[in-house]
Every structure is written in structure tokens, then in C-alpha cells.
Nanobody, 122 residues
């Protein structure tokens, strides 16, 4: 069974930095995409950053130049370095992946982590 566990959230002042980590474990054959989403109270969940197996990245306009997504393929880890944080970055951040587990053939399956709270004070 595939499991995603996020860590690194917390409370930080505006202008500060945080680094989120997501550990992906289980019977994984290959990982296609690793992403970070966030959901603020009363808002829809939105894509923050994505990183494909070919190293293509995609960022929300609101975080470009401030956030960086990276991965460690050997450890099945994905990171989100968040700099110059703003109060509007406050949200629960979720790790998301598309991958093929062992025994999954060529199909892609999607998985979510449980989320980690990021709070940016003004």
C-alpha cells in the first residue's frame, strides 16, 4: 500500500521560509509526477507546484520565484522550499503523486498525503 507523509509545516512570520517534505513509501514501481497542493479555509484546493519524472516543473503564478519543488528519486521524497512567505500562503499543504505501483501494470494511480498546516503571520 502506498503512503504519503508530509512534514515541515508550522508557524512562520511573513518574509520567512519553510521547507516541506513528503515521504512516499510502499510497493512503488515508478513515480510519474510529484506535486504540492494547498487549501485555505473556505477555498478550493489548488495546485502549488508539480514536478514530473522528466524534471518539468509547473508553478502557480502566486508562488513563482518564491517556491521551489524538488525531488530525491533514490529516497522517493519530494520537497517544497518556500521563501518570502506571505500571509496569503496560509493553508494546509498536501503532497500528491501519480505513480505505478508494483502489480499495477502500466496504469497510473493517484495518492494524497494527510496534509500539513502552514501558517504565515503578518
Amino acid at each position: 500500500q502506498v503512503r504519503l507523509v508530509e512534514s515541515g509545516g508550522g508557524l512562520v512570520q511573513a518574509g520567512g521560509s519553510l521547507r516541506l517534505s513528503c515521504a512516499i513509501s510502499g510497493a512503488i514501481y515508478s513515480i510519474n509526477t510529484m506535486s504540492w497542493y494547498r487549501q485555505a479555509p473556505g477555498q478550493q484546493r489548488e495546485l502549488v507546484a508539480a514536478l514530473t519524472s522528466s524534471s518539468t516543473t509547473n508553478y502557480a503564478d502566486s508562488v513563482k520565484g518564491r517556491f521551489t519543488i524538488s525531488r530525491d528519486n533514490a529516497k522517493n521524497m519530494v520537497y517544497l522550499q518556500m521563501n518570502s512567505l506571505k500571509p496569503e500562503d496560509t493553508a494546509v499543504y498536501y503532497c500528491y503523486t501519480k505513480l505505478t505501483p508494483y502489480g499495477g501494470g502500466s496504469r497510473l494511480f493517484t495518492y494524497w498525503g494527510q496534509g500539513t498546516q502552514v501558517t504565515v503571520s503578518s
